[in-house]
């Protein structure tokens, strides 16, 4: 297993107290969680994203964005939590209403992350009020020594620290030494099934496929899958942080267990 790298006397003291110690990789990379955000993905790429997450005998917390019937059905190591999209606005519904039809739909959800990170003080009171337990909107790109805390109102706040999103964004190569894990602190990681279905290479790749539907829910099959690319690409990336995940024996839980 590949040792962590150096950090500092402070952390490691703060580390040892929380009780968080055993999620915070203090001397080795020990514990992952990964997650997926389903931005409206169909079920078909939703899919292809579990099996592998299956055929390697993972855990995964998967935000959910709309009624699914492959996410109602029980999955071994799956746990759904809710993607609000607080941007969008629905007519003579106020604020809450994302939350709550989405809650409607997966009420035994635990855990939130908001769309595009849209989150705050009125958001995260929101969460607290429909009984959610955690809320997993904050990103910090590469950072180390992240660790969840516990806010004003009892919620666990869980960041996280890469997303194959911004991964795109930032036209970083596909390949393990620009993925900042073996480092100390909390390592929460985020996938997009769009993305990994498509294997997209590129942000501008995704973008002139998705973009053809105002429903992506409703995509094809029979159209998608012509556009996939065959090459390297978010999926294959994908496969290659599980397999790397699965060779150093690296624990993965799902976001619910740091609660």
Not at 1 to 22: C, E, G, L
Not at 191 to 196: Q, T
């Amino acid at each position: 297993m590949q040792s962590i790298m150096p950090f500092t006397d402070n952390f490691r003291d703060f580390a040892s107290k929380s009780q968080w110690v055993d999620s915070l990789n203090i001397d080795s990379l020990n514990k992952v969680y990964l997650s997926a955000d389903i931005d409206w993905a169909p079920d078909y790429a939703v899919e292809v994203m579990l099996a592998e997450i299956e055929k390697r005998n993972l855990k995964m917390t998967v935000f959910a964005t709309h009624k699914s019937s492959l996410l109602l059905q029980p999955q071994p190591n799956i746990e759904i939590g809710v993607h609000p999209d607080y941007t969008r606005t629905v007519e003579q519904k106020d604020l809450k209403y994302q939350l709550s039809f989405l809650l409607d739909i997966f009420p035994d959800a635990l855990g939130v992350r908001s769309h595009r990170n849209f989150f705050g003080q009125n958001t995260c009171d929101f969460a607290n009020e429909f009984q959610l337990k955690y809320e997993a909107s904050n990103i910090q790109w590469g950072m180390p020594f992240l660790c969840p805390h516990r806010d004003y109102n009892q919620m666990v706040r869980i960041p996280y620290f890469w997303e194959d999103g911004i991964h795109c964004d930032m036209n970083l190569p596909w390949t393990l030494d620009q993925l900042p894990i073996h480092c100390a602190g909390l390592k929460v990681i985020n996938f997009h099934p769009m993305a990994l279905y498509l294997n997209s290479p590129t942000e501008s790749h995704r973008r002139s496929v998705v973009g053809n539907y105002s429903d992506l829910t409703i995509a094809p099959f029979s159209v998608l899958e012509k556009q996939r690319f065959h090459g390297t690409g978010a999926f294959t990336y994908f496969k290659m942080i599980l397999d790397m995940l699965v060779e150093q024996r690296v624990n993965c839980d799902l976001m619910s267990e740091l609660i």
